[in-house]
T-cell receptor, first 112, second 115 residues
Framework: GENVEQHPSTLSVQEGDSAVIKCTYS??????FPWYKQELGKRPQLIID?????GEKKDQRIAVTLNKTAKHFSLHITETQPEDSAVYFC???????????FGTGTRLKVLA | GAGVSQSPSNKVTEKGKDVELRCDPI?????LYWYRQSLGQGLEFLIY????????KSGLPSDRFSAERTGGSVSTLTIQRTQQEDSAVYLC?????????????FGPGTRLTVL
């Protein structure tokens, strides 16, 4: 069935360093890939998304890259700050479907 | 504008009792989704609505779980005869139109604890 694998499950970085989280999806028809950030006790919030017609999208310190051939996409956070500490979820969906297939999440800790 | 809201924010119940969880989607959003998130885990899809109909209920864990949506807006998730393994955060999300390529906006969740 459809599956999204996410790695690593936990990631610790020093403040100011970069963080990279990777996801691999199984359904080659997937064409929409959102990333959500969930702070402790809070709701998941969309931070960036990418559609399959582009290979990269950037928003300030956050970027997402997509490799359709390899069926993987990655979240890049540069110049990390303590407030970036949270759990990050990737997801994939295909046209005409009703649900996201979520990855299992990455707990990011930014050490001051 | 107002985001997705859920009530109650916390619910503690005794094993065997029934509970109802409520979700108010963003006004005008036709699609509504329910997810379950166990402690430290990912997001488990339960059910979605397009308008008032739920075309796929296959994510519901058992027949103790049911959901309805009235007037194309508010939805309730009902868990009958709750069990301890039902303890989790139940998240609702809505999106503007049907289809997996539209952004889902999440509510704050209801934390359910079954004693």
């Amino acid at each position: 069935g459809e599956n999204v694998e996410q790695h690593p499950s936990t990631l610790s970085v020093q403040e100011g360093d970069s963080a990279v989280i990777k996801c691999t999806y199984s359904d080659s028809a997937s064409n929409y890939f959102p990333w959500y950030k969930q702070e402790l006790g809070k709701r998941p919030q969309l931070i960036i998304d990418i559609r399959s017609n582009v290979g990269e999208k950037k928003d300030q310190r956050i970027a997402v890259t997509l490799n359709k051939t390899a069926k993987h996409f990655s979240l890049h956070i540069t110049e990390t700050q303590p407030e970036d500490s949270a759990v990050y979820f990737c997801a994939a969906s295909r046209p005409g479907t009703y649900k996201y297939i979520f990855g299992t999440g990455t707990r990011l800790k930014v050490l001051a | 504008g107002a985001g997705v809201s859920q009530s109650p924010s916390n619910k503690v119940t005794e094993k065997g009792k029934d509970v109802e969880l409520r979700c108010d989607p963003i006004s005008g959003h036709t699609a509504l989704y329910w997810y379950r998130q166990s402690l430290g885990q990912g997001l488990e899809f339960l059910i979605y609505f397009q308008g008032n109909s739920a075309p796929d209920k296959s994510g519901l864990p058992s027949d103790r779980f049911s959901a309805e949506r009235t007037g194309g807006s508010v939805s309730t998730l009902t868990i009958q005869r709750t069990q301890q393994e039902d303890s989790a955060v139940y998240l609702c999300a809505s999106s503007p139109v049907f289809g997996g390529t539209d952004t889902q906006y999440f509510g704050p969740g209801t934390r359910l604890t079954v004693l």
